[in-house]
């Protein structure tokens, strides 16, 4: 059984920085390509960074890129986050998942609870 488990996630100020972990169980975590996805509420769930199966190649979007750094440690089953020059846009559900390919995002398993990122103004 699939299960992602994302962790990290906290009240900030603007300007701060958070690191977000996930957890995969339950498949070949080093097989496969990774993805970080953020839903804010009221609108749907959006494409963040996605990083490939070894880690050599990674994309982010434009709206994170320069501030976010998406990295794995294939030997932990765990990706990772590192979230800098927060700002109050970035609140948000953040999830992680398992994509097709780095810079393709998709969803190959069932979403897990998401953990929430808070940045106050």
């Known amino acids: 059984q699939v299960q992602l488990v994302e962790s990290g996630g906290g009240l900030v100020q603007a300007g701060g920085s958070l690191r977000l972990s996930c957890a995969a169980s339950g498949y070949t975590f080093s097989s496969y390509a990774m993805g970080w996805f953020r839903q804010a509420p009221g609108k749907a769930r959006e494409f963040v960074a996605g990083?490939?199966?070894?880690?050599?190649?990674?994309l982010s979007a434009d709206s994170v890129k320069g501030r976010f750094t998406i990295s794995r440690d294939n030997a932990k089953n765990t990706m990772y986050l590192q979230m800098n020059s927060l700002k109050p846009e970035d609140t948000a559900v953040y999830y992680c998942n398992a994509q097709t390919a780095y810079n393709i995002p998709s969803a190959l398993y069932d979403w897990g609870q998401g953990t929430q990122v808070t940045v106050s103004s």
């Open positions: 990083i490939s199966w070894n880690g050599a190649r990674t």
